[in-house]
């Protein structure tokens, strides 16, 4: 392929852009943010820049994907919940969902007008591929009175099975809210078994059945180290995502969604945090909050990681079919009943 001609003043002026907004990254084995790495950063941000303007495409970025894509090339940056009032609202003829399919599925369900692509097929997710619409319709035989709350991290044909979408952000009030007892969760059983501590902590009755999926990043998180960390790091934080276990959620001093772990970092004073969560989270906070100090202790999800610059350039130029997202428009709309769903019961901050 022959290099697209930005001159020297423009690729130097990219990588000082690259290197002021990446320099505190220290976020994946392995890799760094130098001002030599963003000199290799520069030529692709700067394509993939002046292709969205050419094609009229927003790209948005999971906090878990490497962090010259979320600042290098990014429109919007943040959790499930943000990312997918984003693609609802967005306007233009093309969304590259950096971050993993089920994501770019529902960005697709909300807005189907848009063409939808991934920079890699293979960008799965262990808890959405855990259990399948057919899955769910032999849950929903065993348990015919109970209203189906699918967490966001879920296949399209889950969704269109469910009553409600959930996401991190919001699953302990909308599923508080349901007017029935008896609520069938899927796929994260960890998540479920936060949301029954947390309900049974503010005293509202549920019988909550959950299928079994775990997210394999968070579910390996134990107490035994956050006992460790604090004893070596005193004043410590400990910060987890409600997809760890909820020995582990107790054990915390903070749990929430990637966006509200990222606000209590930004709003607490301490000497040291501990983020039980996806490595890309801490590279965000190293970006966005460089004065404070993150033991490491975090875990890489290697589907986020399967997304590069490369793919994303390669993805917006001339998409392969596996890279662009399509759905059965019957089914299209049955899950984006269940997500609208969530729009309505979600608490409005
Ligand atoms: P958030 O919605 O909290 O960003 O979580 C998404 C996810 O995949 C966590 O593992
Ligand atoms: Fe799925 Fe876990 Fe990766 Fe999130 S971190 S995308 S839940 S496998």
């Given at each position: 392929?022959?290099?697209?001609?930005?001159?020297?003043?423009?690729?130097?002026?990219?990588?000082?852009?690259?290197?002021?907004?990446?320099?505190?990254?220290?976020?994946?084995?392995?890799?760094?943010?130098?001002?030599?790495?963003?000199?290799?950063?520069?030529?692709?941000?700067?394509?993939?820049?002046?292709?969205?303007?050419?094609?009229?495409?927003?790209i948005l970025t999971h906090s878990?994907?490497?962090?010259?894509?979320?600042?290098?090339?990014?429109?919007?940056?943040?959790d499930s919940y943000f990312l997918?009032?984003?693609?609802?609202?967005?306007?233009?003829?093309?969304?590259?969902?950096?971050?993993?399919?089920?994501?770019?599925?529902?960005?697709?369900?909300?807005?189907?007008?848009?063409?939808?692509?991934?920079?890699?097929?293979?960008?799965?997710?262990?808890?959405?591929?855990?259990?399948?619409?057919?899955?769910?319709?032999?849950?929903?035989?065993?348990?015919?009175?109970?209203?189906?709350?699918?967490?966001?991290?879920?296949?399209?044909?889950?969704?269109?099975?469910?009553?409600?979408?959930?996401?991190?952000?919001?699953?302990?009030?909308?599923?508080?809210?349901?007017?029935?007892?008896?609520?069938?969760?899927?796929?994260?059983?960890?998540?479920?078994?936060?949301?029954?501590?947390?309900?049974?902590?503010?005293?509202?009755?549920?019988?909550?059945?959950?299928?079994?999926?775990?997210?394999?990043?968070?579910?390996?998180?134990?107490?035994?180290?956050?006992?460790?960390?604090?004893?070596?790091?005193?004043?410590?934080?400990?910060?987890?995502?409600?997809?760890?276990?909820?020995?582990?959620?107790?054990?915390?001093?903070?749990?929430?969604?990637?966006?509200?772990?990222?606000?209590?970092?930004?709003?607490?004073?301490?000497?040291?945090?501990?983020?039980?969560?996806?490595?890309?989270?801490?590279?965000?906070?190293?970006?966005?909050?460089?004065?404070k100090n993150f033991i490491g202790?975090?875990?890489?999800?290697?589907?986020?990681?399967?997304?590069?610059?490369?793919?994303?350039?390669?993805?917006?130029?001339?998409?392969?079919?596996?890279?662009?997202?399509?759905?059965?428009?019957?089914?299209?709309?049955?899950?984006?009943?269940?997500?609208?769903?969530?729009?309505?019961?979600?608490?409005?901050?």
């Open positions: 392929m022959i290099a697209p001609p930005f001159t020297p003043a423009e690729l130097e002026a990219e990588t000082e852009r690259l290197f002021k907004a990446l320099m505190h990254a220290d976020c994946t084995p392995g890799r760094s943010w130098n001002y030599q790495a963003c000199q290799g950063f520069a030529p692709l941000t700067l394509e993939i820049n002046r292709l969205k303007k050419e094609k009229n495409a927003v878990y994907v490497e962090p010259e894509i979320i600042y290098g090339v990014g429109d919007f940056k943040g997918s009032l984003k693609a609802r609202e967005s306007k233009a003829k093309i969304i590259l969902f950096a971050g993993v399919v089920f994501m770019a599925e529902t960005a697709k369900i909300l807005s189907p007008e848009a063409t939808v692509i991934v920079p890699d097929r293979g960008s799965g997710c262990s808890l959405a591929d855990s259990i399948s619409g057919d899955g769910v319709r032999s849950l929903k035989k065993l348990y015919p009175d109970a209203t189906v709350v699918c967490y966001i991290n879920s296949t399209a044909d889950v969704k269109a099975e469910s009553d409600v979408c959930v996401t991190s952000g919001n699953v302990y009030d909308i599923v508080a809210n349901l007017p029935s007892r008896r609520i069938l969760f899927v796929p994260d059983r960890l998540m479920a078994e936060n949301v029954r501590a947390e309900l049974k902590h503010r005293g509202v009755d549920k019988e909550i059945i959950s299928s079994d999926g775990t997210c394999i990043v968070h579910d390996e998180f134990d107490v035994a180290s956050i006992t460790a960390a604090r004893a070596r790091f005193p004043g410590l934080k400990v910060v987890a995502h409600p997809e760890c276990t909820p020995e582990v959620a107790a054990a915390a001093d903070f749990v929430g969604s990637t966006g509200a772990m990222m606000k209590y970092v930004k709003n607490t004073i301490a000497p040291y945090f501990l983020m039980l969560t996806e490595c890309g989270l801490v590279g965000r906070l190293q970006v966005e909050t460089p004065e202790g975090c875990r890489l999800c290697p589907y986020m990681k399967l997304n590069s610059l490369e793919k994303v350039r390669d993805a917006l130029l001339a998409p392969r079919p596996d890279q662009i997202v399509t759905l059965d428009e019957d089914l299209r709309r049955r899950a984006a009943r269940c997500i609208d769903r969530m729009f309505e019961l979600a608490p409005k901050d």
